[in-house]
């Protein structure tokens, strides 16, 4: 069982820049992969990125290639999301959970609580 905690959102105008972080409480996450995803109100959970715990395997959802990505400090047991030049449109909870690696993306479970962001334009 893994518990997951996010943390960093905050209000931020259109343009700026925020980085999020996901704890893990899990001794080991050598066999998962970790990721993103956020929900905007009235809309469906959308993923963002995911990061293979083992050997650092970023993969960044095409339309948020270039304004987000995503690392991962082994030491800390902790998962970042660093995203820039925000757009009104990112304004949403964003969540992180895991999956085991080789498992699809429907997989993902242990949802943390989220973290808001608000893009003001």
């Known amino acids: 069982q893994v518990t997951l905690v996010e943390s960093g959102g905050d209000l931020v105008q259109a343009g700026g820049s925020l980085r999020l972080s996901c704890s893990a409480s899990?001794?080991?996450?050598?066999?998962?992969?970790m990721g993103w995803f956020r929900q905007a109100p009235g809309k469906e959970r959308e993923f963002v990125a995911a990061?293979?715990?083992?050997?650092?395997?970023?993969y960044v959802e095409d339309s948020m290639k270039g304004r987000f990505s995503i690392s991962r400090d082994i030491t800390r047991n902790t998962v970042f999301l660093q995203m820039s030049s925000l757009k009104p449109e990112d304004t949403a909870v964003y969540h992180c959970?895991?999956?085991?690696?080789?498992?699809?993306?429907?997989?993902?479970?242990?949802w943390g609580p989220g973290t808001q962001v608000t893009v003001s334009s």
């Open positions: 959970a895991v999956k085991p690696r080789g498992a699809p993306r429907s997989d993902f479970s242990s």
């Open positions: 899990a001794r080991n996450l050598h066999y998962y992969v």
């Open positions: 990061i293979t715990w083992s050997d650092g395997h970023r």
